[in-house]
C-alpha cells in the first residue's frame, strides 16, 4: 500500500480502498483519499455496503472539503463586499457621517486583509487614501469657515450685550414707579403671584432652549418650545422684550431646522440607495442583516434632531429594508429549523441513552458498550447545536442527570478495577521476595494473565498501574540472570526449528498439481509441530508466527486454485469428450461410410479413457451419450442448445443475441405460464446441472456447434468470476 502511495498510483489505492485484505488496510488507504472527485466516485462505490468504517472515513473527509470550500467561499465573498464598501466610499462627496463610515468600513477591511490577494490590497489602500483625502478636505475648509463664524458669533454676541444692557436700564426705568406701586399694594393677589410664576417659569424655558440651540440639539428645542406655548396660554400678554426673546428663539431654531434638513436630505438619499443595492446583494446572510442594521442606524441617526422628511423617502427606505432583509428571514427561518431539529435530535439521542440504560444487565454488564455510549452520545449531543436555549435548557439538564447516572456506575467499576490491580501489583511485589524463581516466575506469568482479564480503567490510571505492575514482574524475570541464559538457548534453538518449518511450508505452497495436492496432509503435523514449539525470542516471535501463518495461508490459496484449476479441467475434458461423442453421433446421422464412424468411435472411447478425473456424473454422462441413440433432427438439436445457451444467460445475467432473442422471450413466456399462480420463482437449474444436460443433446454440426459452445462457456466463466 504505501508503495502505490508514494508512486501516486492512485487506482491502486483506490482498490485497496475497496477490496483491501483487511479493514485496517481499507481504512488506511481511505485516509490517504484527497482528491474530491476520487472520494465522490468511492463514496458512491461502497455506499449501502458493510464496511461501515471506510465509508464513515471518506464521508468525514468529504465533508470537511465540504466545510473548508463552504468557508473559503464565504471568506472571498465577505473580502470581496469590504472591499467594493471601500471603492464605493472613496467616490462619494463629503457629508456629516463620511470619517465615522470610513473608521468602520476601515476595520472591517483590516480584519480580512490579510487572507485578501496581494493585488486587491494594494488597490483597496488607493481608495483608502482617496477617502481619507476627500475626509481632509473638509476639514481644512471647516477650519476657516469656523474662523470666520467665531469672528461673526464674537461680534454678534457684542451687539446681543449692548441690547441687553440698554434693555436693562429700561426695565429699571419701568420698574421704579411699579415699585412705588407695590410699596403701596403691600400684598398682591394669589392670581397675579400666579402668573409672575409662569412668567419667570417661560424666561427660564428659554434659556434652556437657547442652550439646546447651542449644542445642535433641534429636538429637545422644539420640545422646550412647545411647553413654553403651553405656559403662555395661563399668562397674561407677553412684555415686549419676552416677546422679542420668543421671536428670537422662533427665528434660531427655524434657521437650524432648515440647515439641518438641507444637509440630511442628500444622505438621506445615499441611505435609500445604499439600502435599495442590497436588495440584490449576495452577501452572507448574517453580515446582510448586520449591513441593514448599521443604514437604520444611521438613518435613525441622521434624522434626530431634523425635521421630518418627505414621507415617501421614509417609505421608500422600509420598503427596501423589508426586501433587502427578506433572504435574512429565510437564513433565520432555517437556522430555526435547524435548532428544532437539534432539538429532535437530542430527544432521540436521550431516549436511547435511556433505552441502553434500561437494557443494560447491570449484573454482568458490558462495560465497554456503557463507556462507547457515553462518549459517542456526548459527541453527537454536541454536534446537535445550535438549540433554542429554554427548551435546550431542560433537555441538558435531563442529559446530564443521565450521564452522570451512568458515569457512577461506571466509576464504581472504575473503583472496583483499580483496586483489583492494586491488589496484582501486592502480589507481584511479594513474588519477588520469594527465594524460588521458577515459582516466582509462575506466579508472574499467572498474575499476567488475571491483568488481561481485570475490567477497564482510565488511560491515565491505568498506565500508571500497569508501569508500577511490569517493574515488579521486570524485577522477578531479572533475578533469574543464569535460569535465561539457558531459557533464551531454548527460545533460539525453537526459533532455528519453526524458521525450518516455515521454509517447509513455503516450500509446499509453491508446489503444483498432483504433488501439491499430495502434500496436504503433512499441513496438519506441520501446524502441531510448530504450536509444540512454545516460544521464541520477543523481537522474532511476532514476524515468526505472521511468517508460518502467512505460509499455512498461501498453502491454502494454492490448494484452491489447484482444486479450481482441476475442476475446470474436468470440465473442458467432459465437453472435449462431448465434442468427440457429437462427432461420431453427426458421422452415424448422416450415414457415412461404417470405417470412417469406427475411426471417430475409436477417438472418442480413446479420449475417455485418457481422461483422470471428471465432474459429478461426468463420466456415466458420456458413456451414455456414446451408447445411446440420439435425434438426428439437426436443427431441433441446435434449438435444445441455444436454449441452454439461453437458460444459461438468463441465470449468469449475460445478454442474448438478436438473433435468439424471440426464443429468449418465448422460453420466458413459457416459464411465466407455468409459474402462474405460484409467483415467480428462479431458475433451480445451476450451470453445472445444465452441461450434464449439454452432454445429452443429439449432434449439429461443427460451424453451428462451436459458437454455441463458447456462448455456453462464456457464461461458466461468468459465474466462476462471481464467485
Known amino acids: 500500500m504505501q508503495s502505490a502511495i508514494d508512486g501516486g498510483d492512485m487506482q491502486a489505492v483506490m482498490r485497496l480502498v475497496v477490496a483491501g485484505t483487511s479493514t485496517r488496510v481499507r481504512q488506511a488507504a481511505a485516509r490517504t483519499i484527497e482528491d474530491p472527485e476520487i472520494l465522490r466516485q468511492l ?80 488597490k483597496v489602500q488607493q481608495w483608502i487614501d482617496r477617502s481619507r483625502e476627500i475626509g481632509a478636505e473638509p476639514l481644512r475648509q471647516a477650519a476657516a469657515q469656523a474662523a470666520r463664524e467665531l469672528a461673526v458669533a464674537n461680534a454678534a454676541a457684542e451687539k446681543q450685550r449692548l441690547r441687553e444692557e440698554q434693555q436693562a436700564q429700561t426695565s429699571v426705568a419701568v420698574a421704579e414707579p411699579v415699585q412705588l406701586v407695590e410699596q403701596q399694594k403691600p400684598v398682591l393677589t394669589e392670581e397675579q403671584q400666579a402668573e409672575q410664576k409662569i412668567v419667570r417659569e417661560i424666561g427660564g424655558l428659554i434659556r434652556k432652549a437657547r442652550e439646546a440651540l447651542s449644542a445642535g440639539s433641534t429636538s429637545h428645542a422644539s420640545g422646550l418650545r412647545r411647553t413654553i406655548e403651553e405656559k403662555l396660554a395661563g399668562a397674561p400678554p407677553a412684555s415686549a422684550n419676552l416677546a422679542s426673546q420668543l421671536e428670537q428663539l422662533d427665528q434660531q431654531l427655524t434657521e437650524l431646522k432648515d440647515w439641518k434638513s438641507f444637509s440630511v436630505a442628500p444622505k438621506r438619499a445615499e441611505l435609500i440607495a445604499e439600502m435599495e443595492l442590497l436588495v440584490e446583494a449576495t452577501l452572507d446572510p448574517l453580515a446582510l442583516a448586520e449591513r441593514i442594521k448599521s443604514l437604520q442606524d444611521e438613518w435613525r441617526i441622521l434624522s434626530k434632531g431634523a425635521s421630518e422628511g418627505p414621507e415617501e423617502d421614509w417609505q421608500r427606505f422600509q420598503a427596501a429594508s423589508k426586501k433587502a432583509y427578506e433572504p435574512c428571514s429565510e437564513y433565520f427561518a432555517a437556522q430555526a429549523l435547524v435548532r428544532k431539529e437539534n432539538l429532535q435530535r437530542r430527544d432521540a439521542l436521550l431516549t436511547g441513552l435511556l433505552a441502553f440504560e434500561a437494557g443494560q444487565n447491570w449484573e454482568q454488564p458490558d462495560w465497554q458498550s456503557v463507556i462507547k455510549a457515553l462518549r459517542e452520545t456526548k459527541q453527537e449531543w454536541r454536534n446537535c447545536s445550535p438549540v433554542e436555549r429554554q427548551a435546550g435548557k431542560q433537555q441538558q439538564e435531563k442529559f446530564d442527570a443521565l450521564a452522570a447516572s451512568l458515569q457512577g456506575r461506571l466509576d464504581a467499576e472504575y473503583t472496583r478495577n483499580q483496586q483489583t490491580k492494586e491488589s496484582l501489583i501486592e502480589r507481584a511485589s511479594q513474588a519477588l521476595a520469594s527465594n524460588d524463581g521458577r515459582k516466582a516466575i509462575d506466579a508472574i506469568k499467572d498474575l499476567q494473565q488475571k491483568w488481561k482479564i481485570v475490567g477497564p480503567l482510565p488511560r491515565e490510571i491505568d498506565q500508571r498501574l500497569w508501569t508500577e505492575f511490569r517493574q515488579h514482574c521486570d524485577a522477578v524475570f531479572q533475578k533469574r540472570e543464569q535460569e535465561s541464559a539457558a531459557f533464551t538457548a531454548g527460545l533460539e534453538e525453537n526459533q532455528k526449528q519453526a524458521i525450518a518449518l516455515c521454509e517447509q511450508i513455503e516450500t509446499i505452497a509453491a508446489l503444483e498439481g498432483p504433488e501439491l495436492l499430495a502434500s496436504a496432509a503433512t499441513l496438519a503435523t506441520l501446524r502441531s509441530s510448530f504450536e509444540a514449539l512454545g516460544e521464541f525470542p520477543r523481537a522474532n516471535t511476532r514476524e515468526l508466527r505472521n511468517r508460518f501463518d502467512k505460509g499455512l495461508e498461501r498453502c491454502e490459496k494454492s490448494f484452491a486454485r ?147 459452445l463458447q456462448r455456453f462457456r462464456r457464461c461458466r466463466e461468468r459465474d466462476n468470476a462471481k464467485a
Open 562 to 708: 489447484q482444486r479450481v484449476r482441476d475442476a475446470e479441467r474436468s470440465w473442458s475434458d467432459l465437453f472435449e469428450a462431448a465434442n468427440h461423442v457429437r462427432a461420431y453421433k453427426l458421422a452415424v446421422a448422416r450415414g457415412v461410410d461404417a470405417e470412417q464412424i469406427d475411426t471417430l468411435k475409436a477417438a472418442a472411447e480413446s479420449y475417455i479413457a485418457s481422461v483422470q478425473k471428471w465432474p459429478k456424473s461426468g463420466l456415466d454422462t458420456i458413456k451414455k451419450a456414446l451408447a445411446n441413440e440420439h435425434s438426428a433432427d439437426l436443427a431441433a438439436n441446435e434449438e435444445a442448445l441455444k436454449l441452454l445457451c439461453i437458460r444459461a444467460e438468463m441465470l449468469t445475467d449475460m445478454p442474448t443475441p438478436p438473433e435468439d432473442q424471440p426464443l429468449r422471450r418465448e422460453y420466458q413466456l413459457k416459464r411465466l405460464v407455468q409459474n402462474m399462480g405460484q409467483g415467480v420463482k428462479t431458475d433451480a437449474v445451476q450451470l453445472d446441472a445444465m452441461e450434464i444436460e449439454w452432454i445429452g443433446v443429439g449432434p449439429v454440426d461443427e460451424a453451428v456447434y462451436q459458437p454455441l
Open 43 to 122: 463514496i458512491r462505490d461502497i455506499r449501502g455496503g458493510n464496511d461501515k468504517s471506510v465509508y464513515k472515513i471518506l464521508t468525514a473527509k468529504r465533508d470537511a472539503q465540504l466545510e473548508q470550500a463552504r468557508k473559503l467561499e464565504e471568506l472571498q465573498v465577505e473580502i470581496n463586499a469590504a472591499a467594493e464598501a471601500l471603492e464605493r466610499h472613496s467616490q462619494r462627496a463629503y457629508d456629516a457621517l463620511y470619517s465615522r463610515r470610513l473608521d468602520q468600513f476601515e476595520r472591517r477591511w483590516e480584519a480580512l486583509a490579510a487572507q485578501a490577494d496581494p493585488a486587491l490590497r494594494d
